[in-house]
T-cell receptor, first 112, second 113 residues
Framework: DGGITQSPKYLFRKEGQNVTLSCEQN?????MYWYRQDPGQGLRLIYY???????QKGDIAEGYSVSREKKESFPLTVTSAQKNPTAFYLC???????????FGPGTRLLVL | RKEVEQDPGPFNVPEGATVAFNCTYSNSASQSFFWYRQDCRKEPKLLMSVYSSGNEDGRFTAQLNRASQYISLLIRDSKLSDSATYLC??????????????FGAGTRLFVKA
């Protein structure tokens, strides 16, 4: 079945630690996105990539980094510079610029 | 003013009721519109696209009013399973020729027996 997978479902981060969230899609979509959702709030764009080996900062990129070495994969690293990382992280992908986005099941990141 | 605004609710309605949500957008160059549904602690899922001519899917009807710059979602004969947060999504054309997707913060709906 085609779809988007994210792992892990829950992730715990210690102070000063970098952690990486995985996002994989087998939909053959060119564009991939990372969003952050805080309780009771809308989605905020962290980073996006429209093509392999290229990515752009979104609205809240500080403290995060990404890579896009393969079309299928778009991992997000939450660095120690991100002082308030506790949130629900959603990865999405889509084919065209005006097409709908399809989301993965999300990763919930908690700080110990 | 936010680019996309929704009434956060919550809307509390009895089963069988009709409920409507609106979503206003500020960019007149917006071109594509969608409604997503998000269940608690889950990812958003596409509910329906919103076309200029309106769009109906069973108990759900979506409409676009370009003159007043809002989209609406009407749910008829509400079911308990309709309880969720409904997000409106607007895709706008940028001055650079690119596109920007903006998600509303969502409207929470509780349907009660």
């Amino acid at each position: 079945d085609g779809g988007i997978t994210q792992s892990p479902k829950y992730l715990f981060r210690k102070e000063g630690q970098n952690v990486t969230l995985s996002c994989e899609q087998n939909l053959n979509h060119d564009a991939m996105y990372w969003y952050r959702q805080d309780p009771g709030q809308g989605l905020r764009l962290i980073y996006y990539s429209q093509i392999v080996n290229d990515f752009q900062k979104g609205d809240i990129a500080e403290g995060y980094s990404v890579s896009r070495e393969k079309k299928e994969s778009f991992p997000l690293t939450v660095t120690s510079a991100q002082k308030n990382p506790t949130a629900f992280y959603l990865c999405a992908s889509r084919t065209g610029a005006q097409e709908t986005q399809y989301f993965g099941p999300g990763t919930r990141l908690l700080v110990l | 003013r936010k680019e996309v605004e929704q009434d956060p609710g919550p809307f509390n309605v009895p089963e069988g009721a009709t409920v409507a949500f609106n979503c206003t957008y500020s960019n007149s160059a917006s071109q594509s519109f969608f409604w997503y549904r998000q269940d608690c602690r889950k990812e958003p899922k596409l509910l329906m696209s919103v076309y200029s001519s309106g769009n109906e899917d069973g108990r759900f009807t979506a409409q676009l009013n370009r003159a007043s710059q809002y989209i609406s979602l009407l749910i008829r004969d509400s079911k308990l399973s309709d309880s969720a947060t409904y997000l409106c999504v607007v895709i706008s054309v940028l001055n650079t020729g690119g596109f920007k997707t903006i998600f509303g913060a969502g409207t929470r709906l509780f349907v009660k027996a």
